[in-house]
């Protein structure tokens, strides 16, 4: 199988709110905020963060945190601030945010600020994002009008990275951000600056931009075909502006869950799968994607029903989401094989997973993530298992679960109990009703 690099993302998502149907509206702006309780609220951060630490004993590449605004799709507003906890709280796995939203800043320079602190902090483990963020996140936090958001975005992006390379200050004089003094302090390890993760959805105005910049390219899913048009194109992208494709650029995306088999992975994931589809995602089309703030050429695409939400997401249902590719549920093997169908045919050398379907409690992302890392992650990985910031060689004791996933060998014995009325039992999978079977 081909060599991936794994990144867990988790949504930190409120549930305890009416169905969509019953708000009227959408999940993104217009919730009210009696729906909240201070105890879940809290659980639902402590748990976010404990989980993605938790990633990084499991032997995870990295972290993703990703931010939502205005309502109870991700209690996660602020990914600087949780970025700033999990660098803190763990030592060796990457960490990175995309987010925040750089037209959110009514001074780019905070963000370059913030993404240089980010960096020191984690002594050179961190690597940003630079999303553009829907409509629903523009409304919700009032910064500016969604008709100018892609032409402030780049503006920002500029003056951003003319700070970080500049050693003296300058004058910048734009259409959106004037200062007779730009002048970062202090500056990130990682030089000229921490590596760049893009969103996007496929346009070639996008593309085109994260390809000349060198940035990754973050595969948010389309229909299928689109999708594979959309990477060839960035392929392409790359090539035409001077530079050696590294499969790296490409980093997939996909809800992943994994569990004994095929029937109990779709029973513990699909209530929380198809929550997102209907809750999360299904907004009417203005209020995610307000005029202007997408290119014509990805508006028409959308109108003709093969662009990114183009469909309802409300509508889907759960065979649609495994066949697209943005669901990847089932036992090791099946997992494992649709992301080597899925990433091989992508041409993408990472993989941003989310692992608690948004709304899981911590005990089932946990037995996700560790089934994940034990099971498939070593599939793709040296025979070693380590992830990539293990430098460890010593060739002793396992430093994570993937690791000792890759290393263990068959058990000397089945570990047994004798249940009533079904016999001497494996009892690793007799909590599994069709695997709870005597042995012979």
């Not at 951003?160 to 300058?170: C, L």
């Not at 992830?387 to 000397?412: C, H, I, M, Q």
Request: charged share 25%.
């Amino acid at each position: 199988m081909r060599e991936l690099e794994f990144y867990v993302c988790n949504g930190g998502k409120y549930p305890y709110v009416p169905h969509r149907e019953e708000l009227g509206k959408t999940r993104f702006i217009t919730t009210p905020s009696k729906y909240y309780d201070d105890l879940r609220g809290q659980q639902i951060i402590e748990d976010y963060i404990e989980d993605t630490v938790f990633a990084e004993r499991l032997g995870y590449d990295g972290a993703i945190v990703i931010e939502q605004h205005g309502g109870p799709n991700s209690l996660v507003g602020q990914s600087i601030t949780i970025a700033a906890t999990l660098i803190a709280r763990t030592s060796r796995m990457r960490i990175g945010t995309v987010g925040a939203l750089l037209n959110s800043y009514l001074s780019p320079i905070r963000f370059a600020e913030e993404i240089a602190t980010l960096d020191i902090l984690s002594r050179g483990r961190y690597f940003g994002g630079l999303p553009m963020g829907i409509g629903g996140n523009y409304h919700s936090l009032g910064v500016m009008n969604p008709t100018y958001a892609r032409e402030r975005f780049r503006e920002a992006h500029d003056m951003v990275m003319a700070a970080f390379k500049a050693d003296e200050p300058f004058k910048w004089d734009g259409k959106f951000f004037q200062s007779e003094y730009v002048n970062l302090w202090p500056k990130p390890i990682q030089k000229p600056c921490p590596e760049m993760w893009v969103p996007a959805s496929g346009s070639k105005d996008s593309l085109t931009f994260a390809a000349n910049n060198g940035y990754t390219y973050v595969a948010v899913l389309v229909p299928w075909p689109i999708l594979l048009k959309n990477c060839q194109n960035f392929k392409q992208s790359v090539i035409d502006a001077g530079q050696e494709f590294d499969p790296r650029r490409i980093a997939a995306t996909a809800y992943v869950h994994v569990a004994e088999t095929d029937k109990q992975a779709r029973r513990e994931a699909e209530g929380h799968l198809m929550s997102v589809f209907q809750n999360s995602l299904g907004s009417p089309f203005h209020d995610s994607f307000p005029p202007g703030h997408v290119t014509p050429q990805s508006l028409r695409g959308m109108a003709a029903g093969g662009g990114y939400r183009s469909v309802d997401l409300a509508t889907l249902r759960f065979e649609d989401g495994l066949e697209s590719g943005q669901f990847i549920v089932g036992s090791s093997d099946t997992v494992a094989e649709r992301i080597e169908e899925i990433t091989t045919q992508m041409d993408a050398g990472r993989l941003f997973m989310f692992t608690d379907s948004w709304t899981m409690p911590s005990w089932m992302t946990r037995k996700n993530m560790t089934l994940f890392a034990e099971e498939v992650m070593p599939r793709f990985r040296k025979r070693d298992g380590k992830p990539l910031w293990d430098k460890d060689e010593t060739g002793y004791a396992a430093n994570t679960r993937s690791e000792y996933g890759a290393r263990v060998g068959e058990a000397p014995a089945v570990a047994t109990a004798d249940i009533q009325e079904v016999g001497r039992v494996d009892i690793t999978t007799s909590h599994i009703p069709e695997l709870c079977k005597p042995i012979k």
